[in-house]
């Protein structure tokens, strides 16, 4: 069975301060990892992916995420937080073997950076 | 390209009701999910449609249920609603190794 886990519910950083959500999985196939951000009252955004090839992804607004498939993780990274960035993170994961399409999501993570 | 729209974006309904919401995926994309999100469970997968067909189902109660249409729009429907049903119903329209998100439709059940 597929799981992912988002062992921190909050996560607080200062402005400027490099941050990491984290995330780690378990998945019989291979995995394809997503990082998503939700807004208040909005749906989720899509941040970045890992597929296959380079263990360091980067994706929108800075954000970057390294895979590591002996820690089963996938963590989520910013060099320098803003206090926009304040909002709740899901890791997903999906099995690429299955032809569906169907993601399972972590907990979430909500971030928050303070001025 | 437009993004994945859904409508209504908040709904309010009375217990034993039915309620119909819809989801207009990007161009081209043609599978469909949905997902239901609450602050107790999280985002829970509900089902999956590809070129019309149910492709995948999650663990939910038969007064759920779903279509996809011809041009890959896409309905779910709850039948005899109930409290719990209270939550951000969430359409993913997804291509090759990506999935977007609409912004989601708000049911409250009173």
């Known amino acids: 069975a597929q799981s992912v886990a988002q062992p921190e519910d909050q996560v607080n950083v200062a402005e400027g301060n490099p941050l990491t959500v984290k995330c780690t999985y378990s998945v019989s196939g291979n995995p394809y990892l997503f990082w998503y951000v939700q807004y208040p009252n909005r749906g989720l955004q899509f941040l970045l992916k890992?597929?296959?090839?380079?263990?360091l992804v980067k994706g929108s607004y800075g954000f970057e995420a390294e895979f590591n498939k002996s820690q089963t993780s996938f963590h989520l990274k910013k060099p320098s937080a803003l206090v926009s960035d304040s909002a709740l993170y899901f890791c997903a994961v999906r099995d690429g073997r299955d032809s569906s399409y169907k993601l399972i999501f972590g907990s979430g993570t909500r971030l928050l950076v303070r001025p | 390209k437009a993004g994945v729209t859904q409508t209504p974006r908040y709904l309010i309904k009375t217990r034993g009701q039915q309620v119909t919401l819809s989801c207009s995926p990007i161009?081209?994309?043609?599978?469909v999910s949905w997902y239901q999100q609450t602050p107790g469970q999280g985002l829970q997968f509900l089902f999956e449609?590809?070129?019309?067909?149910?492709?995948n189902k999650g663990n939910f109660p038969g007064r759920f249920s779903g279509r996809q249409f011809s041009n890959s729009r896409s309905e779910m429907n709850v039948s005899t609603l109930e409290l719990g049903d209270s939550a951000l119903y969430l359409c993913?329209?997804?291509?090759?190794?990506?999935?977007?998100f609409g912004p989601g439709t708000r049911l409250t059940v009173t």
């Open positions: 161009s081209g994309h043609r599978s």
């Open positions: 890992y597929i296959t090839g380079d263990n």
């Open positions: 449609y590809f070129s019309e067909t149910q492709r």
């Open positions: 993913a329209s997804s291509g090759v190794n990506e999935q977007y």
